[in-house]
Nanobody
């Protein structure tokens, strides 16, 4: 059974930081690309970024570039989303998702594929609340 479990969400003041974790089971990071998404209340789901299983290269969307970072720990089979300089507009439920590796080196190219072809597995989400 494939499972993705997010953790690390919570309440933080604007300007603060959080680190989200996405623990994978049933699949390995060596074979699966992972992406982060978020959904704010009454808004559509928004992409945050992704990490390539082949190279570890990462891509972040413009809304979070320079503030967020994605990393992974293959020994723990876990992907992280480091969020800094949080803003009230970052408040959302954050989801990680995995897709069988596209064999793409550049994460930006991976993001193009993910955006059009979707993901195979999703976590249940973790709430991030940013107070102003």
């Amino acid at each position: 059974e494939v499972r993705l479990v997010e953790s690390g969400g919570g309440l933080v003041q604007a300007g603060g930081s959080l680190r989200l974790s996405c623990a994978l089971s049933g699949v390995t990071l060596a074979d699966y690309d992972v992406a982060w998404f978020r959904r704010a209340p009454e808004k559509e789901r928004e992409g945050v970024g992704c990490i390539s299983s082949r190279t570890g290269d990462t891509y972040l969307t413009d809304s979070v570039k320079g503030r967020f970072a994605i990393s992974s720990d293959s020994a723990k089979n876990t992907v992280y989303l480091e969020m800094n300089s949080l803003k009230p507009e970052d408040m959302a439920v954050y989801y990680c998702a995995a897709v069988r590796g596209y064999a793409v080196d550049a994460a930006e190219d991976l993001w193009t594929l993910i955006s059009s072809l979707g993901m195979d597995y999703w976590g249940q989400g973790t709430q991030v609340t940013v107070s102003s």
